[in-house]
Structures are given as C-alpha cells and as structure tokens.
C-alpha cells in the first residue's frame, strides 16, 4: 500500500509500504478513505524529529471502510464505515471508566512516561502507524473506532478522530457553559471549531485572535469578534474593554507551539532539533523549550478567578511560567490530549446537521501522493491553506 513516511527533518514521502494485518484478536483494519494533516503533526517536522525513525508512517486523522476485524471485535463488521479515534484506549481499564481515554492504562506508553498510544506519532507514544495511508490496522477495536452513517461526505465525520473533540474538550475545559466570555488564541483548524462549539454552547461573547486575514474571516462568518494582531496593539486591552475591563472567564489556546513572536526560542528548537537523535532527545527532555508567545499572552487574557484551557501541544521541559501572575490572579489551568470517545456520542448530533460546518472547514482536498507539498503549504499557511484533507482512494 501507499502511505506518508517520515525520512527526516522537514520531509515526508509517499512511499511502498507492506499492508498492516491483524496481530491481536482486537484488531480491525479499515480502508482509509479520507486522512487529514493536522496542526501537530507539523511539530513532527522540526521539534519532535528526534523521536520518530525514518519510514515512520504519519497522520491520526482517518475514517474509512472496515475491511477485517478480529475474533473479539463484535461490535463492528466488514463493510462498516468508521471513523479512528486518534488516542488508543481500551474502554475498560480504570482511566477509561473515567472519561479519560487519552491515559488508557491499557495502550499507555509506561517505558516514555507517556500517555495513551496514539496513532503516526513518534515513539513517545508507541510508533504505531499512522493513518495517513491507504489502510490501517486498529488496535483496540473492540471499544476505538466509531461507526458513522454510510452516506454523506467524508468532512462531516472526519474531526471527529481529533480535532472536534478537541475543541470541544478545549472549550469544556476553559468552562464552557458557564462562561459569558471566551477568548480563542489562534484560528487554525481547532481554534475554528473552538470558537464555532463556544457559540453552539450559548457563550454570549466568543472573541478569536489571530493575523491570518482567511483565519480570521473564516471566524468572523460564525459570529465570532476577532482581533487581528497586526492591527491591534495590545489584545489584552482589547479583550479587557470588551468584557467590562475584567478580562474573559474563559480562554482557550488552541495554537501550541508552533506559535509565532518567538524568534529566539525558534532559534534554539531549530538547533536542538538538528543534532543527532539521542543528543536531541536528550535536550529536548532536559533543556528544551517552546514558542510561548501565544501561551504567555492565553495567560494575560483571563479575568481574576477566570480559568485557562490548553488545547495547544506543548513539549517543553524548562518552559518558563509566570507562576507570580498566575498564584496572584488565581487562575485555573487546565490542558492534556483529547479524551476522544469521552465525547464522540455527545457530539454526534451537532455532526450530523453541520451546524458547525465541518463540510467547509478544508481548503484543499489532495491525493495522498500530494502530502509533501501539502504538509509545506500548511506549515507556511500558504494559499489561504486552513485544513488538508488527503484522499488515498485516487
């Protein structure tokens, strides 16, 4: 089959793979029809180079048709169309009963301290190939993948394997119904659906902030007040005469570290993930840092007593805080990978009429033989790119 491989910093390629088969009796593998890049992967380019292995197969995003299942997956059958939770979770153990899928202590990566396996993502979370291809093995079958209806296009179904339900959790997280005010930093693909889910929740002012003038028009037909970066100069005096001089209850960052207005830890990512693998991972677990201009400013945002969400993947080991400001103002952080299948039967319902737009949230539909140049254009937001969808079936 054809898949997205990982063969160093800053290049993938689509290359000949072996197709995956069942190894564990709760396994399924399903023909992927539709695979999408997402905003993390693009830190497998250049922070987390270190820990991936050349011939790495890439992406989480999938839905597709089950093609095989194992002996104890009853409750799919072949011809069934699923969509692929990106965390692996099992649906049973102690973590799982308690809506916190993405730290299954089934599929938990012990010997990398790390959480729940995830799908195309480095060894830090098990090196388990990814669904940017044309098929794709699926463990934990049994409890994972989500059954979707048979007709409607794929865009509708697609982010609920990540992004949806992490702008849901995103929004949830920085307090949901019980803000008046949310603030979303960043409008890339989660910071959209953030934004549209505070909206859909009854938030009575949802504020995005963002400088890419497509971002920030796609915000705005929503309904959401945006300020544009480059036009304001202080967003946290904008957001503060918008919200009563307080500040918002809510903020979600939804941009992570790939933020911009961090030149010199840009500099610093970009040499320690330049060294050979052990050096790099080495320094990346004892010295490493992130772009921090987007959190840093997710931190001067909220009112007193109000609350912070980070949807936004952060990997740094000596991120500096401002724990003063944060004890001071007595702000609540709350942050971690999705906990897909917490919400996936919550969501359904605001999928199937797309009263969040999910059909027009992607710019660019590409065969899967595109992805390298796809993954650049996304990276350097090129031609009003917001979110790649790959089709593996051309």
């Not at 007709?151 to 959790?169: F, K, M, N, V």
């Not at 933020?259 to 490493?288: D, K, Q, W, Y």
């Not at 917490?342 to 710019?363: F, N, S, Y």
Request: negative net charge.
């Amino acid at each position: 089959m054809k898949a997205v491989t990982w063969q160093g910093k800053n290049k993938v390629e689509v290359r000949e793979v072996p197709d995956p088969q069942l190894q564990e009796p709760t396994d399924a593998v399903v023909r992927v029809t539709s695979t999408a890049i997402c905003g993390s992967d693009l830190h497998l380019y250049g922070p987390l180079a270190a820990y991936l292995d050349k011939g790495d197969i890439l992406g989480h995003e999938a839905i597709g048709i089950v093609e095989q299942v194992g002996a104890e997956v009853t409750n799919l059958k072949v011809g069934d169309r699923v969509v692929v939770p990106f965390n692996i979770s099992c649906g049973h153990c102690w973590m799982c009963r308690r809506g916190l899928q993405s730290q299954c202590e089934t599929t938990q990566v012990v010997e990398q301290e790390c959480g729940a396996a995830l799908f195309g993502y480095t060894r830090l979370y098990g090196s388990v190939p990814g669904g940017q291809a044309e098929l794709l093995r699926v463990p934990q079958a049994q409890y994972g993948p989500v059954v979707v209806p048979a007709e409607g296009p794929d865009e509708r179904y697609l982010y609920l394997s990540d992004i949806l339900p992490t702008a849901w959790q995103g929004v949830h997280y920085a307090g949901g119904r019980e803000c008046a005010s949310l603030v979303v930093v960043g409008l890339g693909p989660v910071g959209q659906l953030a934004a549209r889910c505070a909206r859909v929740q009854g938030i009575e002012r949802v504020i995005g902030i963002d400088l890419v003038p497509e971002r920030l028009a796609a915000a705005r037909a929503y309904g959401v007040e945006v300020l544009d970066l480059r036009e304001v100069d202080d967003p946290v005096t904008a957001v503060r005469d918008l919200t009563d001089g307080r500040g918002a209850d809510g903020v979600v960052d939804a941009v992570g570290m790939e933020a911009h207005g961090s030149p010199v830890a840009e500099r610093v990512i970009r040499a320690v993930s330049s060294l050979p693998g052990p050096l790099a991972r080495f320094a990346n677990e004892t010295m490493g840092i992130d772009r921090l201009a987007a959190l840093h400013l997710a931190l001067r945002l909220p009112r007193r007593g109000g609350t912070v969400s980070l949807s936004g993947v952060y990997g740094g080991a000596l991120d500096p805080m401002p724990m003063m400001q944060l004890f001071d103002r007595q702000l609540t952080l709350r942050m971690g990978q999705a906990n897909v299948r917490r919400w996936t039967d919550e969501l359904m319902g605001l999928v199937g009429d797309d009263r969040l737009g999910l059909e027009q949230l992607a710019t660019h539909r590409l065969p899967l033989e595109s992805a390298p140049e796809a993954y650049e254009m996304f990276q350097e937001k090129r031609d009003g790119c917001l979110k790649v969808v790959l089709d593996p079936t051309g």
